[in-house]
């Protein structure tokens, strides 16, 4: 059986009026001072065995402080790294927000990463302790955890079961036996973190395979979350349906953080695939996502009658919403507007894990379709001679963790050199029109943006994702991966049902109607813009094959490496048998 959610709830008891924050000089203390204000009001939400639990301001911070004292109980000084690698959970917030009352360093992993990966950053980081969600994680650190001297501690976010692991329940109670002899030490060390104290590293999933670990500090989260909460109209009432996970700097700040400085009901998602019903249960005012999802949710709504889709669309979202937000990736415009269309409001904007996140976004009632929005209160946008998008603000980061190279190129004459490409209009509304790297130069030097290519691409119904491939050639090829409904009623349509997938993208009628598909989507742009040839691919591209990043954005050179025994025929070049033998195991 499943509760519902109540909307009651939300509203009261009354809140003071919201502070000024401006002395505000950490995270743990933005959290304090909201429980002060806001007390037995709700503020974080999920469901556990079908039922909605909460916790109030007051359970919040309490519930820190207690996990807090079992981290100095049990040594963690200030700057000590500590690893996290878990889905989003309450108990993420928990230890999140413990690591940095103590003066720690929070490291997150994303959850789907395989171990070898976790564990290099856990390495380049010198985790010394690590919060994990589950047996199978514990165990697939094991063997690293015991190299070093002392031992690496692993600390269960439950109480699963685990030799390897202190169970939750166990570190949570000693937390509570030893607040009160802890209470000095605890509260002097939030009194002395600082808007400079490095509170978090985290690890690009970098789209062209560069992973490096960037610092954020205090300042840099406070100062975005602070300039959001400006900048945005959001009322006491707001709440926050939130599964962006919060290993991801787009999903902590937008979701959790920014809830924590507006005072925020924060409602955890299930999961993605349950999405869909969680919305209806929860019928949230604001939702923020990456164009993967809205997407989705726009072709499941599709219909050729234009007035029944905005309905179904509607209906998905419920009637207390009051914005989308996107990032992450590109929105194509198609999707925006169909969702304007709808009467929702689909607000994208941009930012990168260097600039905590968010740079610039779109506005209710200052919105342009096709970019990313006026920039953030306090942060400056300037575009380069060649194009390239540079920023200069307190969310920018000081740097990357142990790598002083890579630090002075990005932060060169006292701007973050973002490697994206864009300009701004006279209203100062930023587009963005590529990556620095991923510019195509075609062997005549002309030069092509593939995201802009590959943005209207998408506007078709029929396919799901697109990569284009060129550099260096006399023309444009494109790999295609074509929606799994539309390939279905193809091989209805043609009679070919029992083909299996990969046999079904191969077939002629099926190449002749994407080449169709293709023409007409690019017939207004010029010669060296069209794509010439272009291989079908029968299954999308996964954040498990490492093709995505876990915001679900085009790992695009790892794919153009991996299927270029498919791309450079179309050339005329002879796949090698090296090519066959490393690449026929992983074809889709």
């Not at 300039?227 to 959001?234: I, N, R, S, T």
Request: proline share 6%; hydrophobic share 40%.
């Amino acid at each position: 059986m499943t509760a519902s959610i109540s909307a009651v709830t939300v509203d009261a008891p009354r809140a003071r009026p919201m502070p000024a924050f401006s002395e505000v000089t950490s995270i743990p203390a933005l959290l304090l001072q909201q429980a002060e204000r806001l007390g037995p009001r709700p503020a974080v939400r999920w469901k556990q065995h079908g039922w909605w639990q909460d916790w109030s301001w007051e359970d919040y911070s309490e519930r820190m402080l207690a996990l807090a004292a079992a981290l100095l109980d049990e040594g963690v000084a200030p700057g000590d790294r500590v690893g996290l690698w878990s889905e989003n959970r309450p108990e993420w917030l928990l230890a999140d927000l413990a690591i940095l009352a103590v003066g720690g360093v929070c490291v997150p992993a994303h959850a789907p990463l395989p171990a070898k990966q976790v564990i290099s950053q856990f390495d380049h980081a010198d985790v010394r302790v690590v919060f994990v969600s589950d047996a199978g994680k514990a165990a697939a650190l094991a063997d690293w955890a015991r190299q070093s001297q002392p031992p690496r501690k692993i600390w269960g976010l439950t109480d699963f079961a685990s030799p390897q692991t202190a169970r939750w329940s166990v570190l949570v109670s000693r937390g509570w036996e030893q607040r009160s002899r802890l209470f000095s030490e605890l509260a002097r060390r939030i009194a002395e973190l600082s808007r400079d104290t490095l509170a978090t590293i985290m690890y690009t999933s970098g789209t062209t395979g560069d992973c490096k670990g960037v610092m954020l500090t205090h300042g840099n989260l406070l100062s975005n979350a602070l300039a959001m909460l400006q900048a945005v109209e959001l009322g006491p009432h707001t709440v926050v349906l939130s599964w962006l996970p919060y290993s991801h700097i787009y999903g902590r700040l937008v979701d959790y953080y920014l809830s924590l400085a507006g005072g925020f009901l924060l409602v955890l998602a299930e999961s993605v695939d349950g999405i869909v019903e969680d919305l209806r249960q929860v019928q949230p005012t604001s939702f923020a996502a990456v164009p993967r999802v809205y997407e989705k949710i726009l072709a499941a709504c599709r219909d050729t009658d234009q007035e029944k889709q905005r309905r179904r669309l509607r209906s998905i979202f419920g009637p207390r919403i009051e914005r989308l937000n996107s990032g992450g990736a590109p929105l194509p415009v198609h999707v925006a507007q169909a969702y304007w269309d709808a009467g929702l409001p689909l607000l994208q904007g941009y930012g990168l894990t260097e600039t905590s996140p968010v740079v610039s976004f779109n506005r209710l009632g200052k919105n342009k379709i096709g970019t990313v929005g006026q920039a953030v209160p306090g942060v400056e946008i300037r575009i380069a001679e060649d194009g390239e998008i540079f920023v200069r603000g307190p969310n920018v980061t000081p740097g990357y963790w142990r790598n002083p190279e890579a630090t002075r190129q990005a932060l060169a004459d006292g701007w973050f050199h973002t490697g994206d490409l864009g300009f701004l209009d006279a209203d100062g509304f930023l587009t963005i029109t590529g990556r620095k790297k991923d510019l195509i130069v075609l062997s005549n030097g002309k030069k092509v943006f593939p995201a802009e290519l590959e943005n209207l691409l998408l506007a078709s119904p029929h396919i799901e994702q697109a990569v284009v491939y060129g550099e260096g050639k006399n023309f444009l090829t494109a790999l295609i991966v074509p929606r799994s409904e539309s390939l279905h009623q193809l091989a209805q349509q043609l009679g070919l049902t029992g083909l299996p997938l990969e046999q079904l993208v191969q077939h002629s009628s099926v190449q002749a109607f994407f080449r169709n598909e293709l023409d007409q989507l690019l017939v207004d742009q010029p010669s060296w813009e069209q794509i010439r040839e272009f291989v079908l691919l029968p299954y999308p591209f996964s954040l498990e094959a490492e093709e995505l990043t876990v915001s679900l954005k085009i790992r695009r050179q790892f794919i153009l490496n991996k299927y270029r025994y498919l791309l450079e025929p179309l050339y005329g070049a002879p796949e090698s048998a090296t090519d066959r033998q490393d690449h026929s195991a992983s074809i889709p």
